[in-house]
Each structure stands twice: as C-alpha cells, then as structure tokens.
C-alpha cells in the first residue's frame, strides 16, 4: 500500500521551461491538493479537487494549472516556469472534506 | 481573516524533559483541527485530529487536546528520535481547504 506517490522527487529547470508534477494515491479518496512549501510561510494550497473531472483554486493558483482527469491522479503544471516557483511541492488526499489528509514525499523544485 | 499561529517557533529540550506545543486558531465554524509531524525532506506525517472542545488523542508520548481556540501537543519524556517539525491544521465548517500553521521545530538533545 504506497499511499501518495509523486514523481519526480528532484528538478531543475530553466525559466520558461514547462513540466508536469505527477500525484498518484491508492486508498480511493476523492479530494486531492497540492501544496507548496517554502521557508518561514509554511503549507499554501495551490489548487484543489473534491472529485474526479473538478479542480479548485487555492491560496496562490498563479502560474500553475492542475487536472484530474482519474480519481487515483491529481497533475500540476508549470506552463512557463519562474524562479520565484522554486519550492517543494507536496500532494495530499483526504476520504473527503474535514477529515486528515494523507502527503506524499515531496518533489523539490528548482528554477534557475 | 482565518489565522493559525504555532509556538514557539523552535524547542531545544533535553532528553526526558517534557514540554508543550501551542496550536492557536482564530477561525469561524472549525470543523477538525489536526497534528502532523514532518521530518527533513520528507512529507508531513499525520498524528492526530481533535474535533471538539475536551477532546483529547494520545499516541506513545504524545498527547494532543483542543480548547475552543487553541490546541496543545505535550510531549512526555521525549526522546531525541521525537526531533522534528510539527504542524498543526485547521479544517473548517465552509470550504474544503486545510489551513497549516509555520510549525514549531524541535530538537531533543542526548
């Protein structure tokens, strides 16, 4: 049983590049988050989803999209990449709204 | 505005010397307060959720309790495998979103 699972782990792109983060969970939950983390400002939700085929924006949605197109897959891209969006991301899941939420291990970002 | 402050920033305690985390919320409709426990370069690890004012969750040497505005984790006897970040959550009545608090960092020294 993994959990959340993101990929990849580590990246360094150059500004304007693209990518797409990927989160995978395997214990069925509907809602879904991505989180940035950066020193001092603790977790800051980007987008969110409560289902499959919904997505939500969060505190700091700016330069970043996200689709759900399955239940299990929650992706986040970065279009045109900046530095000031080097951070670690984190996914989570949660059953549903108001109960804990489950992370993954982190995928750290660097723009140079 | 929705606020949820943790302190101290940072602990420094000795081996054995138990001590409480604070968890401040000024929120409207909370509908589940939560502790995690994050290490270096890992994921935030869930500990425990508090639901109502009285309620009180333990787990080896942690113990978390919620008031109407405020939780705390005391940490009994703590050992230095018990240093890490911990962060607490807030889930309210409206919305679907978890606001994090910055953390409290500790460190048991041997």
């Known amino acids: 049983n993994a959990g959340v699972t993101q990929t990849p782990k580590f990246r360094v792109l150059k500004t304007g590049q693209s990518m797409t983060l990927l989160c995978a969970q395997d214990m069925n939950h509907e809602y879904m988050y991505w989180y940035r983390q950066d020193p001092g400002m603790g977790l800051r939700l980007i987008h969110y989803?409560?289902?499959?085929?919904?997505?939500a924006k969060g505190e700091v949605p700016d330069g970043y999209n996200v689709s759900r197109l399955k239940k299990q897959n929650f992706l986040l891209g970065l279009e045109s990449a900046a530095p000031s969006q080097t951070s670690v991301y984190f996914c989570?899941?949660?059953?549903?709204?108001?109960?804990?939420?489950?992370f993954g291990q982190g995928t750290r970002l660097t723009v140079v | 505005e929705d606020q949820v402050t943790q302190s101290p920033e940072a602990l420094r305690l000795q081996e054995g010397e138990s001590s409480s985390l604070n968890c401040s919320y000024t929120v409207s409709g909370l509908r589940g307060l939560f502790w995690y426990r994050q290490d270096p370069g890992k994921g935030p690890e869930f500990l425990f959720t508090?639901?109502?004012a009285g309620e009180e969750k333990e787990k080896e040497r942690l113990k978390a309790t919620l008031t109407k505005k405020e939780s705390f984790l005391h940490i009994t006897a703590p050992k230095p495998e018990d240093s890490a970040t911990y962060l607490c959550?807030?889930?309210?009545?409206?919305?679907?979103?978890?606001?994090f608090g910055t953390g409290t960092s500790l460190t048991v020294i041997p």
């Open positions: 959550a807030v889930a309210l009545n409206t919305g679907n979103q978890f606001y």
């Open positions: 989570a899941s949660s059953d549903r709204g108001g109960t804990e939420a489950f």
């Open positions: 508090l639901y109502s």
């Open positions: 989803s409560v289902g499959e085929g919904t997505t």
